[in-house]
């Protein structure tokens, strides 16, 4: 009942979404722990989630397939665990969910994961040193790392959950 109350709520602001929450997240941090269960969570409530590993089939363009997905979906649940940063398909991510924060004023919830906000916001500790080796790796492309730095710090102000590992 609660989920069918959510829907309506909402869909008059955000008509052409396919997904109630799109989840973003490091894979290697937090697939087979927190974001497990917070998908598992989601789905039992009876909103409609988008997990990568869930809906992209093989053969897809994933980084299409993840810009649409984003562009699809009321909430964007973020999760910042300590290596998020040195990812760039989640950076990539990020700057598409605040593109669309900005544009269509949809919802942003960032979950940080034994990571400080602060940590994100300023790119400190394990996210300073990813910074490292993408300003390395991406030397040409320096908007695009400014582009991520940005995200970061606007993320980081918003109001979200802290939680520690475990």
């Known amino acids: 009942m609660a989920a069918g109350k959510y829907q309506e ?24 722990n927190f974001t497990d269960h917070l998908y598992t969570a989601l789905v039992q409530a009876g909103i409609h989630t988008f997990r990568d590993d869930n ?22 649940i ?14 990539d991510e990020l700057v598409m969910i605040m593109e669309r ?32 080796e993408h300003e390395k790796s991406f030397n040409e492309e320096k908007e695009r790392v400014s582009g991520w730095r940005i995200a970061l710090k606007e993320v980081a102000d918003l109001a979200g959950m802290v939680l520690g590992d475990g």
């Open 9 to 32: 709520s909402y869909s008059p602001r955000f008509p052409n979404c396919k997904y109630q929450v799109f989840l973003s997240f490091r894979g290697e941090d937090t697939r087979k």
């Open 55 to 76: 809906e992209i089939r093989r053969g897809e363009n994933i980084d299409f397939e993840l810009q649409k997905a984003i562009q699809e979906s009321k909430i964007s």
């Open 78 to 91: 973020i999760v910042f665990s300590k290596d998020y940063a040195s990812s760039r398909w989640c950076l």
């Open 101 to 132: 924060k900005r544009n269509v004023d949809c919802l942003v919830l960032p979950v940080f994961y034994d990571v400080d906000p602060s940590q994100v916001g300023r790119q400190t500790g394990s996210f300073a040193a990813a910074f490292v």
